[in-house]
């Protein structure tokens, strides 16, 4: 052999491939792409722009044509009202007829009819008194006054209590002796008109007057806020876009998002129809050409890049592989292996790859058994499983087990009034004094709950004498405790702590689902456990009746009687562990 392969030169030819794949790839797919999807996408807005105007411009103009139909149908109404002289004696008629006329046309909300005098001889209201004959001078009122001069006359906008729009509408008779009828009308119910415009999807109309203010919108919450000039800006803003574009314009709705609009004008009260739609909505026609140029792009992309492929196949391949299985091995993907035929250094390269795999494989895997097991195993329990295989101690089964409960007594008002760095550094000098004990006893910690936790002896490895190595532990618990305990009281802090162990039978085993399982207890002796540690005082441990029969000459007990524990019906005979006071003067 003269020598081994020149990598440099095999460096430099891939690339010089890649260099002719990218100019290959921008010269045959993405350059000619790219152009005619720019082309498409800009005669593709503006032929959807001026389709979206048309339809706006027809849309609005259609709403302004019904609630011009509207106030004409109200102004026609209230013509008939006045189309004889008002003769003296006949106000019951009149009457009458203008409670026909308001059931008739449900917007108006009062009616008032004044003679050729300009005195008031009718006043019907469906929300005041109605008055007959009060001979009240309207003359000059500037309903009367616009009504003798134009015949017609609209009011301006006027909202009660700043919320319900109201207007109103006066019509003189064609002779002056005939008199002048007002109609105040509630504008409210132009919703029924506007609600029923639709542009699209999600595309309405609304309503302005000449100031701007909010007449009508599909949402009634907006329109009872109308007075609310804040609330009604971004529409006036939309309007004033929309005059200075003198067409359609793009602007934005009352909740922030994009929207086309255009404009109609209702004839006669200076009123602004304003249609409009969301550009997500309007331009949607134009997303779905870019998806089909993006879709070209991509096929011409793959094309190109098969195409590259095919060129430097031969060369670059197996060091492209072994690129890619070294950047998957770097993101934890231990299971990827190289396909490589070759016998040559690259081959014997991948199968050393592959090798290396594995190993990390088996490693990674090790790795993650142990962790798992740890979570609620002594180390060297956990261990211990790791190294033999055998997981059939985790699983479920009927054993006797010693179970032991403990937690802090004052905690909660400590950690109420104590900052949260405080109540952290003390958890955190608690957790790791029970830990520390916990793995000397070879005991099994299941669970966390709040500041206590559930030990058990036992399981899920037998232990040769569980009940005196529950109590030994119990006892290194306080004793640990209580040392801390000392030092916290010494900064002003009022905790405790109790402890309560029972032994018996319970159901062990595994429990959770696939990426969380935690091994833990159930029955009888762990609700016990539980509830004599509840009833446990600072320094104390309490122990039912089995557990007390087995440590018995082995630990000194006294029984404390009988006592009702919650989820228990008949007492509970309870027996207490003496232990001497820690040593806290190291």
Not at 12 to 29: D, H, I, M, Q
Not at 37 to 54: K, N, P, S, T
Not at 459 to 473: C, D, I, N
Not at 523 to 539: F, H, M, S
Request: charged share 20%.
């Amino acid at each position: 052999m003269t020598g081994s392969p020149v990598w440099p030169s095999a460096s430099r030819l891939r690339r010089s491939l890649l260099r002719k794949y990218f100019l290959a790839l921008f010269a045959a797919a993405v350059v000619p792409l790219l152009g005619s999807g720019g082309v498409e996408a800009w005669f593709g807005y503006w032929d959807q722009r001026e389709r979206l105007d048309e339809l706006l411009d027809v849309e609005a103009r259609a709403a302004a044509s019904r609630i011009q139909s509207f106030i004409d149908g109200i102004r026609d109404q209230l013509g008939w009202m006045v189309q004889l002289p008002l003769e003296v004696g006949a106000d019951e008629r009149q009457r009458l007829d203008a409670l026909r006329l308001m059931r008739q046309v449900p917007a108006i909300v009062s009616l008032t009819l004044v003679d050729g005098a300009g005195k008031e001889r009718l006043r019907i209201s469906r929300v005041g008194l109605n008055q007959m004959g009060s001979l009240a001078d309207r003359s000059a009122d500037p309903a009367v006054a616009g009504a003798r001069t134009v015949r017609v006359w609209h009011g301006p906008v006027t909202y009660f209590r700043d919320s319900e729009p109201f207007m109103r509408i006066a019509v003189a008779g064609n002779r002056a002796v005939v008199g002048t009828v007002i109609a105040e009308i509630n504008l409210k119910l132009i919703w029924d008109v506007i609600s029923a415009i639709h542009v699209g999807r999600t595309g309405h109309a609304f309503v302005l007057d000449a100031e701007g203010r909010l007449i009508a919108h599909p949402d009634i919450s907006l329109v009872l806020r109308g007075g609310d000039a804040a609330a009604a800006r971004p529409l006036r803003m939309l309007r004033d876009a929309i005059r200075a574009a003198g067409g359609s314009a793009i602007g934005r709705d009352t909740s922030g998002a994009s929207v086309i609009a255009a404009i109609a004008v209702v004839p006669g009260v200076d009123w602004t129809v304003i249609v409009h739609q969301p550009l997500l909505e309007a331009f949607v026609p134009i997303e779905k050409a870019l998806r089909r140029t993006g879709a070209l792009l991509l096929l011409g992309s793959a094309f190109a890049g098969i195409l590259a492929f095919w060129l430097a196949r031969r060369m670059t391949g197996p060091i492209r592989l072994l690129e890619y299985g070294t950047e998957q091995i770097g993101a934890g993907h231990f299971d990827h292996r190289i396909a490589v035929s070759s016998t040559d250094e690259l081959g014997r390269l991948a199968q050393r790859f592959n090798a290396m795999a594995g190993e990390l494989a088996l490693s990674q895997e090790r790795q993650e058994r142990i962790g798992r097991l740890r979570r609620f195993l002594a180390p060297q329990v956990a261990e211990l499983v790791d190294r033999t295989g055998d997981e059939s101690v985790l699983e479920g089964r009927r054993v006797e087990v010693a179970v032991i409960f403990c937690d802090l007594r004052g905690f909660t008002p400590f950690s109420a009034k104590a900052a949260p760095e405080e109540v952290m550094h003390v958890l955190a000098a608690y957790y790791e004094a029970l830990g520390r004990v916990i793995t000397e006893h070879g005991a099994t910690l299941t669970q966390f709950t709040g500041d206590g936790l559930m030990v058990l002896v036992n399981a899920p490895v037998a232990s040769p004498e569980p009940g005196p190595t529950a109590m030994r532990l119990a006892i290194a618990m306080q004793d640990a405790v209580q040392f801390l305990i000392a030092k916290w009281r010494h900064q002003g802090h009022a905790i405790g702590f109790g402890v309560g162990a029972t032994m018996g039978p319970a159901t062990v085993g595994q429990i959770g689902y696939e990426n969380r399982l935690d091994y833990t207890a159930i029955g009888p002796v762990v609700n016990l456990a539980a509830r004599l540690c509840a009833a446990a005082e600072d320094a104390q441990i309490l122990i039912d009746p089995v557990l007390a029969g087995r440590v018995q000459g082995l630990f000194e007990t006294a029984p404390l009687g009988t006592r009702l524990l919650k989820g228990f019906d008949a007492g509970v005979e309870i027996y207490s562990i003496f232990r001497r006071a820690p040593d806290i003067t190291g």
